[in-house]
């Protein structure tokens, strides 16, 4: 028997071109003022509308009007400046702002939909817009989560104002506008490809982050967005199932992958995750753990006061700021920061090498899925065998099952490839798979049953027989 393959590896184009031809804030700006990248994001977000179901949409919303400032204190008392030093900053900026808001779009028994309304700086008293506002849908049943992002640049490519996105935001589905006009919103291409914008490369154990910053808002929400969020939950998200919707996503190579090390001190209750994205934040293992135990990395002044005899934060500090894992505890405790740089050793030399980690660092799949393939032969008699896969994260292994004990690696395709694989088999019974290289048992069966090449004689029979029946299911 002679067996030939053949693999066409289609690049999604949009990220293909943009990353070959601009820069992030040109690609922003370009991509987005076509009317064709119009119809990707209205698609999307009917997508994710779609799932999430009718009650728990991305609608038209008001930050003003509905949003629920997070309060910024200092050893408890309310204060109106930017410092970096307050009882609860925020990581995403990693410092203290006031006035900025979480507003609660919709919670069901099966879907949640919250947005944040961020300002990087102090209001001035011209100051009425925001600098950012994020989405972020949840089905909590399936996984599937669904990221929006402002756009943040002006048509000519320089960075928007501050203050200058409006309060009111509109619904996501209704597109980024017609050719020409400035968009709100963020194409999924763009969001997926533009540095520092990935929502990824931070949410990698679960969609959403819950540190005291933002858990601040809990008395101020609706009990059932209390219980979405993970608020008061210690092992929320421990299994937590975490999907990223659209395939523009997993053409740029959003993965995320839990870590463990030899010490469960920070994984019994949660996971710690670390992510694929480069130069765009490390995610929770990588940089947030120690903050959480230790210090805040931009809070360094305050870091230095520890009094290493007695491992305690100095009286003047409050404790809450700037560690506050694990939950009630007030001292500095070096084991817990031990734990959490093991883990972010562990995310590091995942994010270098996935092959080559330190001896009891491990990673599993998050967000990565088996992939999505379909088959066909392209005549009832001698015909190819077609798989052609849906854009896939990481490498991609086609493998073959033809009269051995285990399935055969035929082909591969590259991370965020759309691949088409053709094969020539001979007279024979085959079966296919295709399966995440990294992590084997990440795999979708494409073809159970035998490919008879040359042994139909009547265009009535086909080339597929399973269970001793000629079936036309894969003939075209």
Not at 345 to 352: F, I, N, S, V
Not at 358 to 379: D, F, K, L, N
Request: net charge negative; aromatic share 8%; glycine share 8%.
């Amino acid at each position: 028997m002679s067996t030939s393959a053949r693999l066409v590896a289609t690049c999604f184009v949009g990220a293909l071109v943009a990353a070959a031809c601009s820069s992030p804030a040109s690609q922003e700006v370009a991509e987005q003022t076509s009317q064709a990248i119009t119809d990707e994001l209205s698609a999307y977000a009917v997508s994710c509308d779609q799932i999430m179901g009718a009650a728990a949409t991305v609608p038209a919303f008001d930050c003003d009007a509905q949003g629920i400032e997070i309060p910024e204190t200092l050893n408890g008392a309310p204060f109106q400046s930017t410092d970096t030093q307050c009882d609860a900053p925020s990581m995403f900026e990693g410092v203290c702002l006031p006035h900025q808001k979480i507003v609660p779009i919709a919670s069901t028994a099966t879907a949640t939909t919250v947005a944040i309304c961020h300002r990087f700086t102090t209001p001035d008293p011209g100051y009425s817009g925001y600098d950012e506002i994020a989405v972020i849908q949840y089905d909590k049943v399936t996984g599937d989560t669904c990221f929006y992002d402002t756009t943040l640049t002006e048509p000519n490519g320089t960075p928007r104002p501050f203050g200058s996105i409006p309060s009111k935001a509109p619904a996501p589905s209704a597109g980024v506008g017609t050719t020409g006009t400035f968009p709100f919103w963020k194409t999924p291409t763009v969001l997926a490809t533009s540095p520092g914008s990935q929502c990824i490369a931070c949410h990698d154990n679960g969609p959403f982050i819950r540190s005291p910053y933002v858990m601040q808002v809990a008395s101020s929400l609706p009990s059932s967005f209390v219980a979405d969020l993970g608020f008061g939950n210690d092992a929320y998200n421990l299994t937590q199932p975490y999907h990223l919707v659209g395939g523009a996503f997993a053409a740029a190579g959003w993965r995320a992958v839990s870590i463990t090390s030899g010490s469960s001190t920070c994984t019994s209750c949660h996971r710690m995750g670390t992510n694929t994205m480069k130069g765009s934040g490390t995610g929770t293992a990588a940089e947030m753990g120690p903050w959480a135990v230790g210090c805040y990395g931009n809070q360094a002044p305050n870091c230095a006061a520890y009094d290493t005899a007695t491992d305690d934060l100095p009286a003047a500090q409050n404790p809450a700021a700037p560690h506050w894992m694990i939950p009630g505890s007030t001292a500095f405790t070096p084991a817990f920061l031990s734990a959490a740089n093991q883990l972010q050793e562990c995310a590091l030399a995942w994010r270098t090498n996935p092959s080559s980690m330190p001896a009891g660092c491990a990673a599993q799949p998050i967000t990565q899925e088996a992939p999505s393939c379909s088959a066909r032969v392209t005549s009832r008699c001698n015909g190819d065998v077609v798989i052609t896969c849906g854009a896939y994260p990481e490498t991609l292994t086609l493998q073959r099952w033809y009269g051995t004990s285990s399935y055969q690696n035929v082909d591969t395709a590259p991370a965020g490839a759309i691949p088409t694989f053709t094969e020539s088999p001979g007279t024979g019974s085959y079966s296919y798979r295709a399966c995440s290289t990294e992590f084997p048992s990440l795999c979708s069966s494409v073809m159970n049953g035998s490919v008879a090449a040359c042994k139909c004689s009547t265009p009535a029979q086909c080339c597929i027989q399973a269970g001793g029946t000629w079936t036309g299911k894969y003939c075209i």
